[in-house]
């Protein structure tokens, strides 16, 4: 009777057996799921920053090239202030070698700064016109390349996350129904988050005047000075000062054409003679009287032409830009081309400007927005039929155990902010946020959460959904 017995637990220990392995083969599948979605977390997280990183350089392109073209502006009125500065010096070597040409021993200093000053103008001219033109084929540059790089952002954007996805594995893919439909959600944002600003839009382009005129030079802005800071008492007990003035701005004409543009530079140098009288007197008589000495002014306009685009009347007191505050007489004789003693021209025109150009900057709401910022949400999927199972180490099916999500897909979400905030270690930056602009390029880019509703809606659209890019397994 015992060895009727014999070998009785040989079934029980056989269907241990298999549920052993289909408990291995389980864990096998799930460890391979785990596995897949850390691989696609990854993937997820490095195509939706690379994609965040690229609008974020295009932003700060954007940034850099305006600011590079307002460069390029204060060089052309650098070019147009050197030129009325050279020809003011001419004009007052002039008049200096005039009046001291019956002096022996002075008027051979004087007529030879006269011959180098009237020698090195050629020179100086043909520098300047050179400057002017290349300074102006590099604001047309930076313009045109501004827009090409705004409409090239979001194709590249695009590129880039589905160029990441594919590199972290081939089995992966950028193209889901979530994924489309925030394509078009980032193509309505980008397209919304900046503006291009041309010369109809007059309240950026008085904005985009202002930003140039504040970023000139010293000796563009200003060429003042005064010989003595008080009046020199001569002869007759009159007093005497001479006085330096120059200065250079962009100034605008708005016509049926639309906004014309020019830089108009001014240099002038007067003596002041004055009766020394009390200041109560000059409401009733003119007590100052003002020898005009050296006289020049430049400009160059965005019409190439000979003529101001603002032409000045004088028949008219105040109908004439005015930009000195006592050389007034010698301002009128620059700004009607009267020459010096010795015949030297004194309105010099300049020619290869072609104004202010069209320009991006933010838009109106990116601009208000104390904390304006891009969101780039990705998912990178892969189908499920392409994991690796236990099945794939068995034939048959008595021992299936597959791999069941939803959609027959796996996936996973990331999303990227683009937001604008001075790097820590810049000497301006603050704790509080700073309003983003479009002349600083401190965009960057950090991962942001990723919401629950965001993940519900991934899963929703993820049912059903199907890619050419099934290679193993039955399309479903």
Known sequence: MYRKQHGQVLPMGLALVVLGLLGAFMLFNTGQLASE?????????????????????????????????VANQVAV???????????????????????????????????????????????????????????NAAITALSASQSVMHYAAMVNTEEVIDTVAKESDSRFYADSAYGIGELLSRAYLWSTFTDRKTKRDKTAVEERQEIIMASRDEFTRDRDWTLFDYWIPGPGLILYKVIREGDTRLVKNETARGVEWEWVAKDSL????????????????DTEVEVPTAWASAYA???????????????????????????????????????????????????GYGGVRNFWVLSDFSRDDVDARLKVRVEVSLPADTLREADDFTSGDQLSSPVIVAGNTVSSVSVADVYYKRPRHHFLSRSEREKANAYNPYWQVQLAPVSASERNIAMGLRSGHLTPRHTNGDAL
């Open 37 to 69: 979605k850390m691989r696609l977390a990854n993937a997820a997280d490095a195509a939706a920053y690379s994609g965040a990183l690229w609008q974020a350089r295009a932003l700060n392109y954007q940034a850099y090239a305006n600011r590079a073209m």
């Open 77 to 135: 009125a650098q070019a147009v202030s050197l030129q009325s500065w050279f020809t003011y010096a001419a004009v007052a070597s002039q008049t200096v070698a005039t009046i001291t040409s019956l002096i022996p021993g002075v008027n051979l200093g004087t007529t030879a700064t006269e011959r180098a000053m009237t020698a090195a103008g050629p020179v100086v001219a043909a520098s300047t016109n050179a400057m002017i033109t290349v300074s």
């Open 301 to 351: 306009n965005s019409n190439s032409s000979r003529q101001r685009i603002l032409p000045c009347r004088f028949s008219t007191r105040g109908e004439c830009s005015r930009f000195t505050d006592d050389n007034r007489d010698a301002e009128k004789l620059a700004d009607r081309n009267i020459p010096g003693l010795r015949a030297a021209q004194s309105l010099i025109p300049k020619y």
């Open 270 to 285: 007067s003596l002041h003679a004055r009766l020394p009288v009390p200041d109560f007197f000059d409401s009733f008589v």
